[in-house]
C-alpha cells in the first residue's frame, strides 16, 4: 500500500524467521523497499524518515513503550505515527469467550488448531448470518470487513486470533496514552469499526 502511494523510500521491519518471507512477497519493488531484520526496539534507520506504520503488531508486544519511544527517534520532527490496535472497548464478549479459551490453543499443534479453526469458521459464518436481523456485536466489523474476505483470510484470521503468546486489547484511554508517554503531540484516535482503535501522534 505504501509503494502505491509515491513513497521515495519505505523500511520494512521484521524481527523474525519469517524475514526472508517478507522480502519475497516486496521483491516486485526492488530498492524503493529496503527490508530490515530487527525488533521494533533496537531498528536503526539509515536517516530520520516522515511516517512510520504499525498495523496489528504493537497489541503483540509486551513491552509496547520501548518500541513507540524507539519509533518516536527515528522519525523526522513532525513525523508522524500511524499504529492500528485491537480494543478493549467493543470487544468485551468476545474476551470473555475466547481469552479464556486461548490459553488452551496457543499451545496446540497447528493440525489440531486448523480443525477447530475450520469450527469457528462454521460458527461465524452463522453468527453473521444472525447479525443481518439482530444488531450484535462486531456486526460493524463482520459485515464491513470479515465478510469481504475469502473463506481462507477469514480462517487466518481465526488462527491468528487463538495462538498468540501474547495480545492486549487496549482501552481508549491506554491507546491515547501509549503515544503521548513517548512524547508524540496531537494524538487524534478513531474507534474502527467499533472493535480496534486507529491512532495518529506527531513528533
Known sequence: MLANTGAKKIYAIEPSEAFHVLKKNIAQYGDLVECLQSTGEEFLLQRPVDFIFSIGV????????????????????????????????????????????????????DTVLLRIVDFIHGVVKFYIFLCTYMNLPLKSYLENV?????????KVIIFDQLNPDYAKYYSRKEAIELLKRAGF???????RYGYSWSVVGKK
Not at 508522524?80 to 472497548?89: M, N
Not at 503531540?185 to 474507534?191: F, K, L, P, Q, S
Open 58 to 109: 504493537i497489541h503483540h508486544i509486551v513491552k509496547a513503550d520501548n518500541v513507540i519511544e524507539r519509533c518516536y527517534s527515528q522519525l523526522k520532527k513532525n513525523g508522524k505515527i500511524f499504529i492500528w490496535l485491537y480494543g478493549k472497548e467493543g470487544n468485551r464478549l468476545y474476551l470473555t469467550l475466547f481469552k479464556p479459551f486461548r490459553v488452551i490453543t496457543k499451545n496446540l499443534p
Open 146 to 154: 470479515y465478510s469481504k474476505m475469502s473463506h481462507n483470510q477469514q
Open 185 to 191: 503531540r496531537n494524538v487524534r484516535i478513531e474507534h
